[in-house]
């Protein structure tokens, strides 16, 4: 599942995602991340039954943690199946099945919404 995990530095001065991969041992995936000299953004993928574990801990060092349950959302009824979201995708998360529909394997998508802008009927989405 995936975490969006935001943070100021001024406050936070200990490295947070080594910090709570030492104490809880699971293992973080990092999709995504921006950092500068004030503030941080990282997107996260950590196992579905740890995610929660996993957003407590962030909190409780100071971070803000959104649970992403859905990365990008397709509303079907507006979709048409032109592709134009599979060839901007960097991460190959649409692709046609066999009878040209568009398949989403959301679980790849590192939230960079270059999708949601392409898309010529506003069929994608992310969650707020
Ligand atoms: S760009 Fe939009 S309309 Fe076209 S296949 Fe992708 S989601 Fe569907
Ligand atoms: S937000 Fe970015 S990574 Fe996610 S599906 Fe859209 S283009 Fe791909």
Known sequence: MKLLVTFSRK???????ARVVKETGVL???????IDSAAGEVLIDV??????????RMRAMGAQVRILEN?????ENECVDCGACISICPREVFTFDEEWKLQVSEERCVLCRRCVLACPHHALSQQE
């Open 47 to 56: 196992p579905d039954k740890e995610a929660t574990y996993i957003s407590e």
């Open 71 to 75: 990365a990008i959302i397709r509303d």
């Open 28 to 34: 973080v995936c990092i999709d995504r991340a921006q």
């Open 11 to 17: 406050k936070m001065r200990e490295p947070i995602i």
